[in-house]
């Protein structure tokens, strides 16, 4: 029972912080960090959870972002649609993909999903027509909120973090009973042990390749915020520094942890904002911050925010032991 | 396309084909050995170019400019793999390919700072300007020397792992590394060596396109999905694999450019996905 | 050799390379007896469980369970027919707990539709009850809520076997239940599968003679991957062909 009470705990402060978080940064920079809060959201599962490790999350992104900016822009789809559809066609590439990239070991599923991501970087960048190419995708508009008698323009910045906040929080919900739920222990297990879930049953390929899907229709759908945010899909939205930032992001949070994801793309998009200003060969840092958290904290921040905790419980709990030993 | 076109495209694809060779074959030992993809491949592969650059603007020349760069890249191979990579290899083998990764940001972000974020372009050496009379056109003699060069360091590559005692071990080592280690072997100095030879072979691929394709901070970057395409379809730890894969894709991808320039670059990719779904093992892997 | 057993291989075989580890491996298992096999190391045991649940595929021969051929079938499909196994070395979720290794193996063999995926795993009290049973059978109760990996290795092979009991099987392929065990375990295992043995058809392998001796209905004896002796635990005490076997392997 404690564990509810700590985990709604948990909550509460995250939608404390979602609320306050632009009081801190811009509101510009505040919804871009639970737009990648969504991708990275989306990587954990089938990293942190699952085990496969892909580097090619952009792609999905990208494609997502691609599809909603262009069903908006040619067809004037509504908001909503638009949303669905960057998941859709994300969870599509992913469902295709993934039956290529999971078949392999997993030395071989890292490689290609590398792959794939560059190919269809080249795709994006090569057919201008579609893309833009390399100045990007202009023109993206962003339609009002329109659920039945509800009409909310989103035209400023606030307004449109407000509602980026809410998809995150819904989905947060939606990753955080996936990984409750039966697929969630599975994955779990096959990222344990994948020899012994079959053997207890489960046929592994499937699972993989549903939490791999799932994870595309997320990164999708933070796609088609993304290029609403700016109004423009540039082309390093499907390019594979994207693809290393989310990775990035899950690593430094903390694998495997729900809110590891969060503290991640926090973490990233604050670091890049405040250092990216001062020194432009910032992402050096981050090289150094990933080589350390490899090396010395697996956990990532996570890992450092409950040492940091424990730490701290131990000194109140025992504040004579330093005495007696010295 | 004329004939002259279509030799010119065809060289240009040895050419190239040979240094996605080399890069896979060092890109294959240590994913072979040391089971780990390295996404620091590609900086090291820009560093051998910028070390060349560097020596030879010392005044070392292009040959003694080759050596040094070779060395050095094999220096800081050894040095990753002694400083950082060992120490993550009780670990999930995950957490080595992010560590290579993070390795590539710092040496890519270095190199800009030290040299510029501009390339540069490079001569090559006197000896080797000008063009080679070949019947149908006029080649570069450089890029014939590459050819060769290459050629013969793949070949060499390959009889030293085939042929000789070291090369046996280090074949034991990627067939079976706990077997290896109970005959006796030093596993760990393999794998420093096998890593540090890898390096270099991708240092070496860097340096002798410098005066091909001249030198960016972005060049590794471009070549590192190729390498994997090159591992890809050669095969797990199979190193001719890599070598028949890598002249495959470097044709492959001038004959596209020659044909139909805006899709030469994806096309690679998906002759790597036609590769998997028809020979899943790759042209010479095993599995 | 009697009738249709509830397993029965036939001429089962499987190469590695050059070596040949499972040799025309005929036997047959009767419903609710246990049946144990026995053997020097590397006589062929666990690679012919291997060959059963689908881990492997024979280069020969056929196995067919409750008249069905199963031969083949992959690994993720065996616990679905009926037969759940258990490892020679213990190979658990190390970082989950006792309670959520069983469950996985309960819920894997309950009847999913869909929509129970929408649900909690924490929402499932019949499942719970089923798991929490199992748990209490093997005597890991205390346990229940720690990490697989926390275990004691005596803790860990009763996991093992309670992980395979959730498969809700009908055969147990049991390799070395109390391998690494001490005495007093070793007696407790023993113990259990006496119980297990009334309700469970189990295909044993063992190197402890005792526990075998005591405990099977049937034993086979293999040797280099081939069959050679078969008969009640008496037979086998008895005979010469098993001892030269055991002594010769044993120098």
Same mark, same amino acid.
């Given at each position: ?57 952009? &792609? ?32 599509? &590439? ?65 307004? *449109? ?45 499937? *699972? ?36 290393? #930032? ?81 | ?43 090291? *592969? ?129 067939? #079976? ?79 596209? &450019? ?30 | ?251």
């Amino acid at each position: 029972m404690a564990d509810r009470g700590r985990a709604l705990v948990r909550l509460v402060a995250l939608v404390a912080a979602v609320a306050v978080l632009p009081l801190f940064v811009r509101p510009v920079v505040a919804a871009e960090i639970w737009i990648f809060a969504i991708a990275a959201m989306a990587l954990n599962l089938i990293f942190g959870y699952t085990g496969m490790l892909s580097f090619g999350q952009a &792609t999905f992104f990208g494609i997502g972002a691609y599809a909603g900016a262009l069903m908006m822009i040619h067809w004037q789809a509504p908001l909503l649609l638009a949303l669905a559809g960057g998941a859709v066609l994300g969870a599509l &590439t992913a469902a295709v993909l993934g039956y290529l990239c999971i078949q392999r070991l997993g030395i071989y599923f890292i490689m290609l999903t590398f792959g794939f991501n560059q190919m269809f970087f080249f795709i994006a960048y090569k057919w201008t027509d579609l893309t833009g190419g390399e100045d990007g995708l202009p023109g993206v508009p962003r339609p009002p909120l329109a659920l039945g008698p509800l009409h909310l323009p989103l035209n400023t910045a606030t307004r *449109y973090y407000l509602f980026v906040a809410v998809v995150f929080l819904l989905l947060f919900y939606a990753m955080k009973r996936i990984v409750d739920s039966p697929l969630g222990l599975i994955c779990r297990s096959i990222r344990e042990n994948p020899n012994r879930a079959a053997a207890i049953g489960y046929d592994v390929k499937l *699972y993989k390749w549903i939490a791999f899907t799932i994870a595309g229709a997320f990164t999708g759908l933070a796609g088609v915020l993304y290029a609403m945010m700016y109004g423009i899909v540039p082309l390093e939205a499907i390019s594979w520094i994207t693809s290393g #930032d989310i990775v990035f992001m899950v690593l430094i949070g903390g694998l495997g942890n729900l809110y590891g994801p969060l503290l991640g793309a926090a973490g990233l998009k604050w670091l890049s904002e405040a250092v990216s200003v001062v020194w432009q060969r910032w992402p050096l840092i981050l090289g150094v911050a990933l080589v350390l958290v490899v090396l010395y904290l697996r956990g990532g921040l996570v890992e450092a925010l409950a040492r940091l905790r424990e730490a701290l419980a131990r000194r109140r709990l025992r504040p004579r032991v330093r005495e007696e030993s010295a | 396309m004329s004939v002259s076109l279509l030799s010119w495209a065809v060289l240009n694809g040895l050419v190239t084909g040979v240094i996605y060779a080399l890069t896979g074959v060092g890109l294959s030992i240590i994913l072979g050995l040391l089971n780990i993809p390295n996404f620091a491949h590609g900086a090291l *592969y820009a560093l051998g170019a910028y070390f060349l650059y560097a020596a030879a603007q010392a005044a070392l020349g292009f040959w003694g400019g080759l050596i040094a760069a070779a060395l050095g890249v094999a220096l800081l191979g050894m040095a990753i793999e002694y400083l950082g990579l060992r120490r993550l290899y009780g670990v999930h083998p995950d957490y080595a390919l992010l560590l290579t990764f993070g390795l590539s940001l710092i040496l890519t972000e270095a190199t800009i700072f030290v040299w510029g974020p501009t390339g540069f372009t490079f001569q090559p050496p006197l000896m080797l300007a000008g063009g080679v009379n070949l019947g149908v056109m006029v080649y570069p003699k450089y890029r014939l020397m590459i050819m060769l060069a290459t050629g013969l360091l793949v070949l060499g590559c390959w009889l030293f792992v085939e042929r000789t005692k070291y090369g046996a071990i280090i074949r034991a080592g990627i067939e #079976d590394r706990d077997m290896a280690s109970a005959l006796g072997i030093n596993i760990r100095r393999v794998f420093t060596l096998g890593f540090a030879a890898g390096a270099a072979l991708a240092g070496i691929g860097g340096a002798l396109m410098l005066p091909v394709r001249g030198i960016a901070p972005t060049m590794g970057v471009e070549i590192m999905p190729v390498a994997f395409v090159v591992v890809v379809l050669g095969g797990l730890g199979s190193l001719p694999g890599a070598i028949v894969a890598g002249l495959l894709v470097g044709v492959f991808q001038s004959l596209m &450019t020659a044909l139909w320039a805006p899709g030469a670059d994806a096309s690679v990719f998906a002759l790597m996905t036609l590769g998997i779904l028809l020979r899943p093992q790759g042209l010479l892997g095993q599995r | 050799m009697s009738g249709d057993g509830l397993l029965r291989t036939e001429g089962l075989t499987c190469d590695f390379g050059g070596l040949r580890a499972v040799d025309s491996m005929t036997l047959s298992v009767e419903p609710r007896t246990v049946h144990a096999l026995i053997g020097p190391n590397a006589a062929g045991k666990t690679t012919l469980f291997n060959l059963i649940s689908g881990e492997i595929p024979p280069t020969a021969g056929r196995v067919y369970f409750d008249g069905r051929d199963v031969t083949g079938l992959p690994s993720h499909r065996i616990p679905h027919v009926g037969i759940a196994r258990c490892f020679q070395r213990n190979n658990l979720f190390p970082k989950l707990t006792v309670r959520e290794n069983v469950w996985l193996a309960a819920f894997a063999r309950s009847r999913p539709g869909a929509l129970r995926f929408l649900r909690r795993v924490t929402e499932f009290p019949r499942l719970a009850a089923e798991a929490d049973a199992i748990i209490a059978e093997v005597g890991l109760e205390a346990k229940r809520g720690d990490r697989a990996e926390t275990l004691s290795h005596g803790q860990q092979r009763a996991l093992e076997v309670a992980v395979a009991l959730a498969g809700r099987p009908a055969l147990l392929l049991l390799d070395e239940p109390t391998q690494g065990l001490a005495p007093e375990a070793t007696r407790r295992m023993t113990e259990l599968l006496q119980r297990l043995a009334g309700r469970y058809t189990i295909l044993l392998i063992e190197h402890k003679m005792h526990v075998v001796m005591s405990i099977s209905d049937r034993i086979s004896v293999m040797h280099f991957g081939q069959l050679i002796a078969e008969g009640t635990p008496d037979e086998i005490r008895r005979s010469e062909l098993v001892q030269k076997a055991y002594l010769g392997a044993r120098r």
